[in-house]
């Protein structure tokens, strides 16, 4: 049977030069927060977020020295796990910086746009949603753990909306409850999203915010050639972007 594990991490920023300042994860009823020393400053702008500064971690070790690693590692990496994550390729890349690889991955994120067909939704972050959908939960936006009980619930609405959707066709295969994610239909969906890409449907930033970046492309197609050459350039993890520009500019 698979084992489904919540995790989130701060960090000292968004960037592939980043590390990671705190890890938070929940499994059934267990949860588990820590907290380390980065292998560089935390900036003011990274603390504003997370409200972790370099004063309260001075003493504490690097996640690689601590005796969590090679727990957290070895739980992570287990063949019947699957870690699930908001905005999965970035949490991904900072734990993968502390050894640690994961084999199966859920981006909600990713399965949130996924399930928007028609881009109805502004914006994707995990608190926004968490208001826009009326999610059940007391948690502190920008704690790991407070995240982390945000999208366990967030999870469970996504997952809910794919088995409704799929008892629309009597011909799919049925899912089980996430706390029985064994050989799950619903569960193979979410990691196969999630493996992939999103392809974007709105712009959510910039001169042309709301307008489909499909019309965009007739209108003014030099500024996603711009945008493009941006994204590739800048060291932030943008694959989502990167995919959609290349994808209308058929690069």
């Given at each position: 049977?698979?084992?489904?594990?919540?995790?989130?991490?701060?960090?000292t920023g968004?960037?592939?030069?980043?590390f990671?300042?705190?890890?938070?994860?929940?499994?059934?009823?267990?949860?588990?927060?820590?907290?380390?020393?980065?292998?560089?400053?935390?900036?003011?702008e990274a603390?504003?977020?997370?409200?972790?500064?370099?004063k309260?971690?001075?003493?504490?070790?690097?996640?690689k020295?601590?005796?969590?690693?090679?727990?957290?590692?070895?739980?992570?990496?287990?063949?019947?796990?699957?870690?699930?994550a908001?905005?999965?390729?970035?949490?991904?890349?900072?734990?993968?910086?502390?050894?640690?690889?994961?084999?199966?991955?859920?981006?909600?994120l990713?399965?949130?746009?996924?399930?928007?067909?028609?881009?109805?939704?502004?914006?994707?972050?995990?608190?926004y949603?968490?208001?826009?959908?009326d999610?059940?939960?007391?948690?502190?936006?920008?704690?790991?753990?407070?995240?982390?009980?945000?999208?366990?619930?967030?999870?469970?609405?996504?997952?809910?909306?794919?088995?409704?959707?799929?008892?629309?066709?009597?011909?799919?295969?049925?899912?089980?409850?996430?706390?029985?994610?064994?050989?799950?239909?619903v569960?193979?969906?979410?990691?196969e999203?999630?493996?992939?890409?999103?392809?974007?449907?709105?712009?959510?930033?910039?001169?042309?915010?709301?307008k489909k970046?499909?019309?965009?492309?007739?209108?003014?197609?030099?500024?996603?050639?711009?945008l493009?050459?941006?994204?590739?350039?800048?060291?932030?993890?943008?694959?989502?972007?990167?995919?959609?520009?290349?994808?209308?500019?058929?690069?």
């Open positions: 049977m698979s084992k489904l594990i919540f995790f989130d991490t701060e960090t968004n960037t592939e030069k980043d990671l300042v705190q890890i938070a994860y929940k499994i059934n009823d267990e949860t588990f927060v820590g907290l380390y020393k980065p292998e560089i400053k935390i900036p003011p603390s504003a977020v997370h409200h972790i500064t370099n309260m971690v001075a003493e504490k070790p690097t996640f020295e601590s005796t969590d690693q090679p727990i957290i590692k070895k739980l992570f990496e287990e063949e019947n796990s699957i870690v699930v908001h905005n999965a390729p970035f949490d991904l890349m900072i734990v993968k910086k502390e050894d640690i690889n994961p084999s199966k991955f859920i981006c909600t990713r399965v949130a746009r996924e399930l928007d067909k028609e881009g109805k939704i502004d914006r994707y972050n995990l608190q949603l968490r208001y826009l959908l999610l059940d939960v007391e948690a502190t936006a920008h704690d790991a753990l407070g995240d982390v009980l945000v999208l366990e619930k967030l999870f469970e609405r996504l997952y809910n909306k794919i088995q409704e959707e799929t008892k629309k066709d009597p011909l799919a295969p049925r899912g089980t409850p996430p706390s029985q994610a064994g050989e799950d239909s569960i193979a969906k979410m990691i999203i999630s493996s992939h890409p999103s392809l974007l449907r709105t712009f959510n930033f910039g001169k042309h915010l709301g970046i499909e019309d965009v492309l007739m209108t003014d197609r030099g500024y996603l050639e711009w493009l050459a941006q994204k590739l350039e800048s060291d932030q993890i943008d694959e989502d972007w990167i995919y959609t520009l290349k994808h209308h500019l058929k690069k």
